[in-house]
């Protein structure tokens, strides 16, 4: 079980840290992925981790302003936003795949596990 939390209502510029918590033991065994779905749009990839959090990967579109960590001794994945956009609000999703490989996914159809997401306003 995956729950998001963190998201919120925040002008344009400041910043968010979303967490996902997972149930279970065998969270390191995961690799993590963050999606977001926009209204009237297709859900789209953020970020994501691989089960170590030793390999990350960005979508373009927030690379350099958002960070994916991990803390698999707390069973969480964190994502951190920053310089945060109108046009990053959205409801943000945390995803699991079993995988204790070196390379992460970046579809949507790679993921088992999703959380009921967390919503995202940035005002202008």
């Known amino acids: 079980q995956l729950v998001e939390s963190g998201g919120g209502l925040v002008q344009a510029g400041g910043s968010l840290r979303l967490s996902c918590a997972a149930s279970g033991r065998t969270f390191s065994s995961h690799a993590m992925g963050w999606f977001r779905q926009a209204p009237g749009k297709e859900r789209e990839f953020v970020a994501a981790t691989i089960w170590s959090g030793g390999t990350t990967g960005y979508a373009d579109s927030v690379k350099g302003r958002f960070t994916i960590s991990r803390d698999n001794a707390k069973n969480t994945v964190y994502l951190q936003m920053n310089s945060l956009k109108p046009e990053d609000t959205a409801v943000y999703y945390c995803?699991?795949?079993?995988?204790?490989?070196?390379?992460?996914?970046?579809?949507?159809?790679?993921?088992?596990?999703w959380g009921p997401g967390t919503q995202v306003t940035v005002s202008s």
């Open positions: 995803a699991a795949r079993w995988s204790t490989s070196g390379s992460y996914k970046t579809s949507q159809y790679d993921y088992n596990y």
